[in-house]
């Protein structure tokens, strides 16, 4: 029986990353995931922009996502750690406060919807992990990709860790086993876990391309060949910001980034173009290079 | 940030959410150790923002005006100093309440309004333009919109809607 799970996508995926999309639509089938996109989701809404300006407005919106799912009895699973944290930051106050959700499902029942809270929430590398198992994953490599990576958490796939219920944010290793799952190197850098800084561009340009800037340097100087994120936001900074970075420091990081579920499909024997490496801003044939075809 | 009011001991002039962030059981938690500040991606790399000494002001009773160059704006919520505090303060509760009632004012950064407007536009914090073009690019087809209507409907009242920007 394949495990069925809600997705939500998300904003950033579906409209400027689609490759992300892509890949988890290929990848997860192969692991007898079926993924129902039958859901109307709107924004998470996103906590670093929406959530400062009007948390009520952020609440009543999470609540709505959350209550689209609840009818069907699935797991929501999104590839984005924006998405997760929001619901599950949104659920845990819902659910440890009575007067607040009575309040939310007083505006819910404007568009008659109401917040039960019993949607549970896992982002993609959770299910990926800890429901289907690093040793289910392990049975569909085909090719080895032999490269160093270097594994970048983010902040919301972990934090705040009491809400998240995932691993703790500086003994993480999810990504480092993935790696060696597909027959990679994991890389240690320092930095590993410090923010990528791009949702500070907004306010303060210069601060936001050094956080860049210094991770890059990191990973590079300690031989990782690719790095590996489970976020889309970081991903967009590593990604096109990398360029930005190397034109203002002058430095020529050439890290290609990679989020799980591609690096994954590559190890699987999907082909480059199935894993959408066409829409990277920063160049891959060093990866595609290291995959050993069986 | 300025203050207003900046009577002694005065965490219960502020109203609702904000002072039971800063005084959960009636004693204020924060005892300043600048743990939160160590651990600040954003205040490492812009050298202005301080979230310690947001919450220091707070304590001593002064409600920040907060401007659109405020540096609380530069929090982004990575919630980095919430696992360094040793005394489990909602420190980015706190930037975010503070950032509510500046945008109740009418106050935020272009990029933050800008977030609102898409968001009340399409149900989704995304520039129309180029979503075909990106996805065509890798073989996915148009990507679904969500019911607008239903969220301009959810978010009558609120600050979000009046202030957001847009229709």
Not at chain 2, 29 to 58: D, M, W
Not at chain 2, 132 to 145: E, F, I, S, T
Request: charged share 25%; aromatic share 4%; with cysteine.
């Amino acid at each position: 029986m394949p495990r069925r799970y809600a997705l939500m996508l998300g904003c950033l995926i579906p409209t400027r990353l689609p490759q992300i999309e892509l890949s988890v639509r290929k990848v997860f089938p192969l692991l007898d995931v079926e993924l129902d996109d039958s859901f109307d989701f709107a924004c998470c809404p996103n906590s670093p922009y929406i959530k400062p300006l009007d948390k009520e407005a952020w609440l009543a919106m999470a609540a709505r996502n959350l209550s689209l799912v609840e009818e069907a009895g699935l797991t929501l699973t999104t590839p984005c750690p924006g998405c997760s944290n929001t619901l599950l930051e949104a659920k845990h106050e819902l659910d440890h406060d009575k007067e607040l959700r009575a309040r939310i499902n007083e505006r819910l029942k404007t568009i008659d919807k109401e917040y039960k809270g019993k949607t549970k929430v896992r982002h993609m590398l959770q299910v990926l992990v800890e429901d289907i198992g690093l040793k289910k994953v392990g049975a569909v490599v085909k090719d080895p990709v032999d490269l160093k990576v270097a594994a970048h958490y983010g902040c919301h796939l972990l934090k705040p860790s009491k809400v998240m219920g995932f691993e703790e944010p500086f003994t993480a290793h999810s990504l480092e086993d993935l790696v060696k799952v597909v027959g990679g190197t994991p890389v240690e850098y320092e930095n590993r876990d410090m923010c990528c800084g791009l949702v500070l561009g907004s306010t303060h340009q210069d601060g936001s391309l050094e956080l860049a800037h210094r991770k890059l340097t990191t990973v590079a100087s300690a031989g990782g060949e690719a790095l590996l994120v489970c976020c889309p936001t970081c991903f967009l900074q590593f990604d096109t910001g990398q360029m930005r970075a190397a034109k203002k420091y002058n430095a020529d990081y050439s890290v290609p980034i990679l989020y799980f579920s591609q690096l994954l499909g590559l190890a699987a024997g999907l082909t480059d173009k199935d894993m959408g490496l066409n829409a990277h801003r920063t160049k891959t044939t060093s990866v595609t290079n290291a995959v050993k075809k069986a | 940030m300025s203050s207003k009011g900046p009577e002694a001991g005065a965490v219960s002039q502020f109203s609702g959410e904000l002072q039971a962030l800063l005084d959960p059981e009636g004693i204020p938690h924060c005892y300043q150790c600048i743990r939160c500040n160590s651990a600040c991606p954003s205040a490492l790399a812009t050298g202005v923002f301080n979230p310690r000494k947001v919450i220091l002001e707070l304590l001593l009773g002064e409600l920040p005006d907060v401007t659109t160059e405020d540096p609380v704006w530069m929090c982004v919520n990575c919630h980095s100093c919430e696992e360094a505090c040793p005394k489990g303060v909602h420190v980015a509760g706190i930037m975010n309440a503070v950032r509510n009632v500046g945008f109740k004012n009418g106050v935020a950064p272009k990029a933050y309004i800008g977030n609102a407007t898409l968001l009340l536009a399409s149900g989704l914090v995304a520039q129309p333009q180029g979503i075909d073009r990106a996805r065509n690019q890798v073989g996915l087809g148009k990507m679904r919109m969500p019911n607008v209507e239903e969220i301009r409907k959810l978010l009558e009242g609120t600050t979000l809607k009046a202030k957001g920007g847009g229709k």
